[in-house]
């Protein structure tokens, strides 16, 4: 599908892009009636605008669930460090694995950094020594489990501010 402009470059964010950015950071579940209101467009601009956002992948309208609460046992980080010349094959591979929900190419010498939720030992056991560090190009790997969430915002607004 092609953007919303005729030049077929993507457009960017303006200031009511970011305004409704915020919006949606502090309430996903705000109608697009609500947001017209606030902004001052009508409801038909905000779903065209929305779905640009959402498509140039902008924004991820979702859920923002606590995995520990939900059940799963074991949640943490993987740091990955890799041969670079390997990258685009291992991300492609890392892709694929539906434990890891965020994954992350890095400075520092490592290459990617995920985070990854899993519901026991050995599913974790599975996920390490079975799947990643059996993809070719993987030097090693670090995991850290988190113990409990401390702080979790993702109202930070945008760099447009």
Do not use: H
């Not at 402009?5 to 009511?16: E, H, P, R, V």
């Not at 601009?45 to 799963?72: C, D, H, M, W």
């Not at 390490?128 to 979790?152: A, H, P, Q, S, W």
């Amino acid at each position: 599908m092609k953007p919303n402009n005729t030049s077929g470059k993507k457009k960017g964010l303006d200031a009511l892009d970011c305004l409704m950015i915020e919006l949606l950071q502090k309430d996903g579940r705000i109608s697009n009636t609500e947001i017209a209101k606030k902004v001052g467009i009508s409801e038909a601009t905000v779903r065209t605008r929305l779905n640009r956002l959402i498509q140039e992948e902008y924004i991820q309208i979702v859920a923002v669930s606590n995995p520990i609460k939900l059940g799963f046992k074991i949640v943490g980080t993987i740091r990955i460090y890799v041969e670079i010349k390997k990258m685009e094959k291992i991300i492609r591979e890392l892709k694929k694995l539906k434990p890891l929900w965020f994954i992350v190419q890095t400075t520092g010498g490592t290459g990617i950094d995920t985070e990854f939720v899993v519901k026991s030992i050995d599913e974790l056991n599975e996920l390490v020594f079975e799947k990643i560090n059996k993809i070719d190009g993987i030097i090693r790997t670090e995991t850290t489990l988190f113990l409990k969430y401390i702080k979790r915002q993702y109202d930070w607004g945008t760099a447009m501010d």
